[in-house]
């Protein structure tokens, strides 16, 4: 799920392993959503896209710092193009998105295009905003075992995640929960009831003391050997990031 949007991807915790039996599916939330998170981060991302057999490698710079409750994300692309995103995001609020192209042209993305595609792959602009837990309705599934990236075994919560307002993006979530260490390893995310795609956190690496997911998967459900995924080149929390670079009169 994008519960911490595009944001999130970078910065899940691992909390010590207890004893979850009987809790309930807003337990079971709660749980992941107190795991202790950066303040700031920045690093370079490797952006690769496959559709219809054509495969694209982008590269970025991710900055992200937190300002009380909102969280401010500035994406510099390096390599092709020179596209920049500035996002403000706030749990309960309407995210503001910027795109500044290549030739220094800004646009405000509306909030009409948070389902079209972010950077022409698999992830929509919803995907980049941080969400309030009061959004939305929780309901506990059965367990589900899935694989991680080496093919073990991972023993999940399953929770459904419903939000309560009419005309948003997905109708539906459904979240993996590490019953270990509460970490969300993969969302199912549906589209007026159906499931449209499919994300999955891989090798998870202490980060400054952070596990964090170094590679996030995404997969449309409609068209098999198409994806896209972020992979984690170099990644540093908690250090000091300017003001500067998440202002929109220096954007």
């Not at 709660?30 to 952006?47: A, F, H, Q, V, Y």
């Not at 500044?100 to 948070?114: D, E, L, N, P």
Request: proline residues 2%.
């Amino acid at each position: 799920m994008s519960t911490k949007g595009f944001i999130y991807f970078f910065i899940l915790m691992v909390l010590s392993s207890i004893n979850a039996w009987g809790l309930t599916a807003q337990q079971i939330i709660t749980k992941n959503r107190c795991l202790t998170k950066p303040l700031r981060s920045c690093g370079t991302i490797k952006l690769v896209i496959k559709n219809r057999g054509v495969q694209t490698v982008k590269q970025f710079r991710v900055f992200t710092k937190k300002y009380g409750s909102q969280t401010r994300s500035r994406i510099n692309f390096i390599r092709p193009t020179r596209m920049q995103f500035l996002i403000y995001s706030k749990p309960g609020k309407s995210t503001q998105q910027w795109i500044k192209f290549s030739s220094g042209r800004i646009r405000r993305v509306a909030s009409g295009s948070r389902g079209a595609s972010w950077a022409n792959s698999h992830f929509y602009y919803e995907d980049l905003q941080t969400y309030s837990i009061s959004k939305f309705k929780f309901t506990k599934l059965s367990d589900a075992v899935i694989k991680d990236y080496k093919k073990k075994n991972v023993l999940c919560y399953r929770i459904a995640a419903r939000t309560y307002k009419r005309g948003e993006v997905y109708s539906k979530r459904i979240l993996y929960i590490d019953k270990k260490n509460w970490q969300i390893r993969r969302v199912k995310f549906f589209q007026r009831g159906n499931h449209t795609k499919t994300l999955s956190n891989y090798l998870f690496k202490k980060i400054n003391g952070i596990n964090t997911p170094r590679l996030v998967y995404m997969e449309p459900v409609s068209r098999k050997g198409s994806y896209s995924y972020l992979l984690i080149q170099q990644m540093t929390f908690n250090t000091h990031l300017s003001d500067r670079l998440f202002r929109r009169s220096s954007f």
